[in-house]
Nanobody, 115 residues
Framework: QVHMMESGGGLVQPGGSLRLSCAVS????????LNWYRQTPGKERELVAT???????TYPDSVKGRFTISRNNVRSTAFLQMNSLRPEDTAVYYC?????????WGQGTRVSVSS
């Protein structure tokens, strides 16, 4: 069974930074693409970063230049470095992996950006 655990969320002022972590177990982590999503109440989950098994990364325009996704295959952990945070980045952040056609999610970590 694949298990995922996010951590690192919290309250930060606008312009601040946070680093989220996603620890994955139960899968050969290095083989799979890893995604970070976020969700706010009443809205659909939004994809904010992707890293492939080869290390290629993609971002939507809303976070490009501010967020950086990375992975440590030895530790089976992915990271999301978030800089220049804005109030509109406030959300619950989830990591996601698809293994043999099935999506797995963590429980989420809450990020609040407010002065």
């Amino acid at each position: 069974q694949v298990h995922m655990m996010e951590s690192g969320g919290g309250l930060v002022q606008p312009g601040g930074s946070l680093r989220l972590s996603c620890a994955v177990s139960g899968a050969n982590f290095k083989l799979y693409t890893l995604n970070w999503y976020r969700q706010t109440p009443g809205k659909e989950r939004e994809l904010v970063a992707t890293i492939t098994s080869g290390g290629d990364t993609t971002y939507p325009d809303s976070v490009k230049g501010r967020f950086t996704i990375s992975r440590n295959n030895v530790r089976s952990t992915a990271f999301l470095q978030m800089n220049s945070l804005r109030p509109e980045d406030t959300a619950v952040y989830y990591c996601n992996i698809r293994v043999r056609g099935r999506d797995f999610w963590g429980q989420g970590t809450r990020v609040s950006v407010s002065s």
